[in-house]
């Protein structure tokens, strides 16, 4: 079933249910200004578009996709082709998780498992180094002119991921900026987008944050995962 998000006054708020958005234009709560954007979507769209495109949004959705195979290497070694789940499944038993890279289509090179957030949750593996937490909030990508918004889902000190926003591509240098009301101020920072997921979930790692900035972020962190830091 498709979920729809509403981008108004730069705000991004959803998921929302098909029906729910429907009654939401409706009875004119929405303005003709805001935008709305679902997976079936390459890009937001307003919602005299929505409504007009809905049916072919819908039946899109349903059509039988091409799953994507899946490449791993460890100790020098490359396995693969395989499927998405029987990638997890093979990676749970693994030991040495943090030396496994990953490959599958959409990626521009071979990617530390660590890095690809989804990935790593249905697997169920953290990495002490850059401990991350979830995150409710907007970024905004900047590249050539263009600004982009995405919803944040989750943050690091050496990154973030985040969904809505599936313009850039894998290997793109970009700025960013973190809008949270967990952050007492915007964060910034140069960074570049390590990989886009079949799922439309984006990551992105920082190459120049400031350490006011980082600092920020790692006192998050911590605050979300209390008892992890406490192991470490």
Sequence with gaps: MAKWFICENDEVSGPFETEDLERKIESGSLSAQCLIWGQPQNEWHSPSWWRAHLQELITSQ??????????????????????????VETLKDLDEKAEVLVWTDGMTDWQPLFEVEDLIQEIGYSRRQHPRAGLEGQVIIEQDGQSYIGQLKMVSAGGCGFIGSEEVLPGSEVKVTLKSAAFYKEIRAQAEVRYVSKGGFTGIKFSGINQEDKATIINFVRSQNPKKQAAA
């Design 62 to 87: 349903h059509r039988p996709k091409t799953e994507k195979l899946w490449h791993y290497v460890i100790n020098e070694s490359s396995f693969g082709p395989i499927k998405r789940q029987e990638l």
